[in-house]
């Protein structure tokens, strides 16, 4: 609650009460009466009495209604002080591989899960940006459309596993299933964030025709490579060995990544281990800030009927001790 008049020179008013306490006061000091009394005892008594003191109550109640009426006058307001935000959002689909080679265990706990966390801090991280989600494999489909229910987002996220589809990599048709959710945006900046460890070996579309598609619509795509140099250990679960690891070739296809992410103005990052993953989201996230314009504002509410009703019911109480307890005689 914000103090506020709307006519604050009206205090200056409050002035001419210290200088009618003044003439008052003067005034009884030199106040003189004549009354004819038998005994002058009798009239000294009267004048010791407290109700003869107390009639200066008279005068205070006359003062306060004063002031009250003044204040009244400058209009006192009690304001709220709010913002209006206006934001201008940022629409991100998370595009993720989940062919069975993201089970490949150089970055910890595996590629997907890894991948998942890092992908799960992210959202959390942002605000007032709707985030979609489509994952591909040997096909692709939306996982989760725009939503600004971040709670919807994560929870689809936990949900993911390597397995939910055909294997094998789709990367053309996953970045072409994103493009399709971005393409009827209206927001400020469209971003896709494709995440693979592979080439793109299955689907109708490639990835640079799907690149093409995204240039056409002013989406941006930042590619991630994930997967170490060389080879890393993949699971393989044997029926009569049960589990076992086995070396795999990492064969990322980052001439293509390299590509897309430079026709859509993106950029292109590889990820060898998990805190390179989480700095490159970090960086991203830095890079594809949200713009909000803040406007501040402070709402008031009229005061004045306040001390208006008081000084009213002063003035009551006044006139009515003025001719009841305190009447003069006449």
Same mark, same amino acid.
């Given at each position: 609650?914000?103090?506020?008049?709307?006519?604050?020179?009206?205090?200056?008013?409050? =002035?001419?009460?210290?200088?009618?306490?003044?003439?008052?006061?003067?005034?009884?000091?030199?106040?003189?009466?004549?009354?004819?009394?038998?005994?002058?005892?009798?009239?000294?008594?009267?004048?010791?009495?407290?109700?003869?003191?107390?009639?200066?109550?008279?005068?205070?109640?006359?003062?306060?209604?004063?002031?009250? $009426?003044?204040?009244?006058?400058?209009?006192?307001?009690?304001?709220?002080?709010?913002?209006?935000?206006?934001?201008?959002?940022?629409?991100?689909?998370?595009?993720?591989?989940?062919?069975?080679?993201?089970?490949?265990?150089?970055?910890?706990?595996?590629?997907?899960?890894?991948?998942?966390?890092?992908?799960?801090?992210?959202?959390?991280?942002?605000?007032?940006?709707?985030?979609?989600?489509?994952?591909?494999?040997?096909?692709?489909?939306?996982? =989760?459309?725009?939503?600004?229910?971040?709670?919807?987002?994560?929870?689809?996220?936990?949900?993911?596993?390597?397995?939910?589809?055909?294997?094998?990599?789709?990367?053309?048709?996953?970045?072409?299933?994103?493009?399709?959710?971005?393409?009827?945006?209206?927001?400020?900046?469209?971003?896709?964030?494709?995440?693979?460890?592979?080439?793109?070996?299955?689907?109708?579309?490639?990835?640079?025709?799907?690149?093409?598609?995204?240039?056409?619509?002013?989406?941006?795509?930042?590619?991630?490579?994930?997967?170490?140099?060389?080879?890393?250990?993949?699971?393989?679960?044997?029926?009569?060995?049960?589990?076992?690891?086995?070396?795999?070739?990492?064969?990322?296809?980052?001439?293509?990544?390299?590509?897309?992410?430079?026709?859509?103005?993106?950029?292109?990052?590889?990820?060898?281990?998990?805190?390179?993953?989480?700095?490159?989201?970090?960086?991203?996230?830095?890079?594809?800030?949200?713009?909000?314009?803040?406007?501040?504002?402070?709402?008031?509410?009229?005061?004045?009927?306040?001390?208006?009703?008081?000084?009213?019911?002063?003035? $009551?109480?006044?006139?009515?001790?003025?001719?009841?307890?305190?009447?003069?005689?006449?």
């Amino acid at each position: 609650m914000l103090p506020h008049f709307a006519n604050p020179q009206g205090l200056f008013f409050l =002035c001419i009460v210290p200088l009618l306490g003044f003439w008052y006061f003067k005034r009884q000091e030199k106040r003189e009466g004549t009354l004819r009394f038998s005994h002058l005892g009798f009239a000294k008594e009267v004048y010791k009495t407290s109700s003869v003191q107390a009639r200066h109550i008279l005068f205070l109640l006359q003062m306060l209604v004063l002031s009250l $009426l003044v204040v009244a006058f400058a209009r006192p307001q009690s304001g709220i002080k709010g913002e209006e935000v206006i934001t201008q959002g940022v629409d991100i689909v998370l595009a993720m591989d989940i062919s069975s080679s993201m089970l490949a265990e150089d970055i910890r706990p595996n590629r997907v899960e890894a991948s998942k966390q890092v992908a799960a801090e992210f959202v959390k991280g942002r605000k007032n940006d709707r985030i979609g989600m489509v994952v591909f494999s040997g096909e692709a489909y939306t996982q =989760c459309p725009l939503t600004l229910d971040y709670g919807i987002v994560l929870n689809f996220l936990d949900q993911l596993y390597v397995g939910m589809i055909e294997d094998g990599t789709a990367m053309g048709m996953g970045l072409a299933t994103a493009v399709n959710r971005l393409r009827n945006s209206e927001a400020k900046s469209k971003v896709i964030i494709l995440l693979t460890d592979g080439r793109n070996n299955r689907g109708e579309i490639d990835p640079i025709t799907a690149a093409q598609a995204a240039q056409a619509f002013d989406v941006r795509i930042y590619t991630i490579g994930a997967g170490t140099r060389g080879t890393a250990m993949y699971p393989v679960d044997d029926p009569f060995w049960g589990r076992r690891y086995v070396p795999m070739q990492v064969d990322i296809d980052e001439e293509s990544l390299r590509k897309i992410a430079e026709m859509t103005g993106g950029k292109y990052f590889r990820a060898t281990d998990r805190k390179q993953l989480d700095s490159i989201y970090r960086e991203i996230d830095s890079m594809e800030k949200t713009e909000i314009k803040v406007t501040e504002y402070t709402r008031y509410s009229e005061l004045f009927y306040y001390f208006v009703s008081i000084a009213g019911l002063v003035l $009551l109480g006044e006139i009515g001790l003025a001719h009841t307890r305190f009447r003069k005689i006449p």
